[in-house]
């Protein structure tokens, strides 16, 4: 039997509810939509991620691209990162990610920057001499469609950012992690669907 949209949308799942893993927002929810424009990072991995990276972020300005709900970004900031700048090139979007910040009380920590990322980055963007911590989420259809300006994105990152930055990307099976600049010293690892693939700019690094 047919169905008309209503009765399919109350069928659908709802979306999972959205929250801070960890730091001082630890449990707090974030606004979510379920917008399929929208893919939030899976709880375990941005919590794998984090792990991963440390108290180091206590020291590290986080950078989050197709930053979405802003959970990436507003994540480091829970941690202890002393500021963040999103960057998220669907308006709607980015206004639920000032919604967000606005929710959790951390306006003066945050900037959000309507832009696509590969646009964005070719500005100069102003940006803290202090380490990075680049976040980079995108649609996964990315690293097959626009994979040159993937790789330019994240090389760019690899090139520019201060030493003792660190850069996360996320990708799916598709992904093949041997592009990327500087490959031998990334750490990948799996979390299914996610390959999650980390990087640490230490003094020495040649790039």
């Given at each position: 039997?047919?169905?008309?949209?209503?009765?399919l949308s109350e069928m659908a799942p709802a979306p999972m509810?959205?929250?801070?893993?960890?730091?001082?927002?630890?449990?707090?929810?974030?606004?979510?939509?379920?917008?399929?424009i929208t893919r939030p990072m899976k709880h375990r991995v941005?919590?794998?991620?984090?792990?991963?990276?440390?108290?180091?972020?206590?020291?590290?300005?986080?950078?989050?691209?197709?930053?979405?709900?802003?959970?990436?970004?507003?994540?480091?900031?829970?941690?202890?990162?002393?500021?963040?700048?999103?960057?998220?090139?669907?308006?709607?979007?980015?206004?639920?990610?000032?919604?967000?910040?606005?929710?959790?009380?951390?306006?003066?920590?945050?900037?959000?920057?309507?832009?696509?990322?590969?646009?964005?980055?070719?500005?100069?963007?102003?940006?803290?001499?202090?380490?990075?911590?680049?976040?980079?989420?995108?649609?996964?259809?990315?690293?097959?469609?626009?994979?040159?300006?993937?790789?330019?994105?994240?090389?760019?990152?690899?090139?520019?950012?201060?030493?003792?930055?660190?850069?996360?990307?996320?990708a799916d099976d598709r992904f093949v992690p041997n592009q990327?600049?500087?490959?031998?010293?990334?750490?990948?690892?799996?979390?299914?669907?996610?390959?999650?693939?980390?990087?640490?700019?230490?003094?020495?690094?040649?790039?």
């Amino acid at each position: 039997m047919a169905r008309n949209k209503k009765q399919l949308s109350e069928m659908a799942p709802a979306p999972m509810p959205l929250r801070i893993v960890g730091g001082r927002f630890r449990g707090h929810k974030l606004i979510y939509h379920g917008d399929p424009i929208t893919r939030p990072m899976k709880h375990r991995v941005r919590e794998a991620i984090f792990n991963l990276i440390g108290p180091g972020v206590k020291e590290m300005h986080a950078i989050d691209l197709f930053a979405g709900t802003g959970a990436l970004g507003l994540e480091a900031i829970s941690r202890g990162a002393p500021g963040a700048t999103f960057v998220e090139r669907h308006f709607p979007t980015a206004d639920v990610i000032e919604k967000n910040i606005e929710h959790l009380g951390v306006t003066q920590e945050c900037t959000v920057t309507r832009a696509n990322a590969f646009v964005w980055i070719r500005t100069n963007p102003d940006l803290p001499t202090t380490p990075w911590l680049v976040l980079c989420s995108p649609p996964y259809d990315f690293y097959v469609d626009q994979s040159e300006q993937m790789l330019g994105l994240i090389s760019h990152f690899v090139q520019q950012s201060p030493e003792g930055s660190s850069i996360a990307v996320e990708a799916d099976d598709r992904f093949v992690p041997n592009q990327l600049p500087d490959a031998p010293n990334w750490d990948v690892r799996h979390y299914p669907p996610a390959t999650i693939a980390m990087y640490r700019k230490m003094a020495s690094t040649e790039c």
